[in-house]
């Protein structure tokens, strides 16, 4: 489970990457939309696997900002960061 975690934690950083080009190129609408849904996936996904840690964050709508993406993204990443390095520092044994 660690290995999915941290792959969804880069997920997000190139969400957050992504979007932050969007934010530079406005003409680039569908890559914003593309953005949000990227991040909805991902967040329904942490949402089976940590439900604890979403608990605090939402899901963003189609059509939120390049802007919004990109701080929820990296919201989210990092909030993920930190319980990846509590696992390291506390492995569950399974």
Sequence with gaps: MEQELTSLADTLRRIAYDAGCALLRPAAAGATQHCAARYNHVFGRLRTLEPALVARFAPLPEDAS?????????????????????????????
């Design 66 to 94: 390049p802007g919004s993406v990109r701080l929820a993204a990296r919201d989210v990443a990092g909030s993920l960061e930190h319980t990846l390095a509590h696992y390291h520092l506390h492995p569950i044994v399974a």
